[in-house]
Each structure stands twice: as C-alpha cells, then as structure tokens.
C-alpha cells in the first residue's frame, strides 16, 4: 500500500464576489513511503494547494485523499510542515524551546521533550544555539529550527513549501545539502513544493511537473537516478534538467497565452 494516494483531486474556491474557480482538477498521485518527492511548475498552478491538501488544513472539493490508506480529514502530528517564511516561529521563545513547543502540547514531561529538541538541534547542525531567539538567528539557522521543530513530533510526513525561496544562493545551497543529509539518515517521506529545477534535482528521488492553472494536475512525473553528488558537471543531471525545463517552459508559454487572451 502506497503511503500517500490521491485519486482525482480537486479543489475550487470562491471569491468573495460569489465567482468560482478551479485552483486544482483531477490530481492523481501516490507516494511511497521513505520518498523525497518534488512538486514544481509555473506560478499559480496549484503547488501550494496540493500542500495545503496533504497537511488538511483544506478539503478536497471532489476525489479521495489518503494516508496510509485512511482518509486526510484534517490537520495531524503524523505531517509537520514546513513554511517559506520564517514567522511561524514563536519570537518570545528559545530556538529549543520553539522545537519543544508541540511536544509541550502533547503534555510530554519537560525533561523529556528538552532531551528530544536537544537531539534535533543536535541533528540540524545547531548545537551551541539553543538559547538563541528567533532575532538573534540568520535565516538559515531559523529554517534549521522549523525543520527541527516538524521532525521533533516524529511525523510519517514531513511537507515543505518553498522552505529555502527566501535565502540567498550560498544558504540555500548549505540548506539543500543538510536537508539531503537529514532525510538520508532519517528517511522521513518528504514531499516538497518548488519552482526551481536544480533544487527539485539536488533533493528529490522523484519530481512531479504541474500543468498551467487554473485547474493545475499533474503533468508528468521524472524519477531521479543520480547516485553520489549531483551537479551539472554529470551529463545525467543536464539531460534530466533539459527534459524538465522543456515540460515546465510549455506550461509557462501556455499560462502566458491564457492571461494574454
């Protein structure tokens, strides 16, 4: 049984003006577990939407969403997200205390939950940092803590939208690394939301491509065999990212029709 399945998805919204539009159509999915799979394609074909699915902080309109074979009826421990910004962590509490914070929730006795977030700033390369606020930490280090913080409930699913978007180059290059270290040690399943093509290669065993929205679905799916470091320096890499840029420039050159019509 696949881990993750999404059978005909869809998702529509209304504005406030009473009009109705189709953010994702006909989705279908399934994810197996211990995966890193990417999920990338043109602004504003539904990436986040089907983040937002997973993690069910929304409904589906129509189709079946599951975990494990039961039904995603809400949000769970057993998926911690990862944000784009950093503003979901709490300002007035230590970098320890922000990856304790669910476990407090959970009523895990202090010692207890200090030694696990011990060990996930550990594990995060943040050791020597714990007494830190979120003002005193760059923002790399403050994704470093929101990475932690999911993984601290031990979820079956870790999800990430754009997590490294806001960083620059060098960091986000440092975070791709520790974030592929992590997930080699632990082999959490990850599905993760990007628009870059390198990141999605560095990262993922596998890489979905969106259609254009509105109604975004699934397009095509890329497995991703690079053993060993993957840079552009390996002819595998480049012959992969030209296969994805050519499916991603399509729908790209098709959303800037629709908008020009």
């Not at 943040?126 to 606020?133: I, M, P, S, V």
Request: net charge positive; with cysteine.
């Amino acid at each position: 049984m696949s881990l993750i399945t999404l059978s005909g998805i869809g998702k529509s919204f209304r504005s406030r003006e009473g009009r109705s539009w189709v953010a994702v159509a006909d989705f279908n999915l399934t994810i197996e577990n211990g995966e890193f799979y990417c999920l990338l394609g043109p602004s504003g074909c539904g990436k986040s939407t089907v983040l937002s699915l997973l993690a069910g902080f929304t409904q589906p309109t129509t189709g079946r969403l599951e975990l494990a074979g039961k039904p995603i009826t809400g949000a769970s421990r057993d998926r911690g997200v990862v944000f784009q910004g950093d503003d979901s962590l709490y300002p007035w509490l230590t970098a320890v205390e922000n990856i304790e914070f669910g476990l407090r929730l959970r009523g895990i006795p202090h010692k207890e939950r200090r030694e696990r977030a011990m060990e996930y700033l550990e594990l995060v390369g943040l050791r020597g940092q714990e007494a830190k606020h979120p003002t005193e930490l760059s923002g790399g280090m403050k994704q470093r803590v929101q990475i932690a913080r999911a993984l601290a409930n031990e979820p079956k699913i870790l999800l990430m939208d754009e997590p490294f978007g806001a960083l620059d180059a060098q960091t986000r290059g440092g975070m791709q690394a520790e974030l592929r270290r992590i997930w080699d040690k632990m082999k959490v399943t990850v599905v993760f939301i990007t628009h870059d093509i390198d990141e999605a290669i560095v990262l993922a065993t596998r890489i979905g491509v969106m259609t254009a929205g509105p109604g975004g679905t699934l397009k095509k799916t890329f497995p991703v065999d690079i053993p060993g470091d993957r840079t552009r320096a390996d002819p595998r890499y480049v012959a992969l990212y030209d296969q994805i840029h050519t499916q991603v420039r399509e729908e790209v050159l098709r959303a800037a029709t629709r908008r020009a019509a």
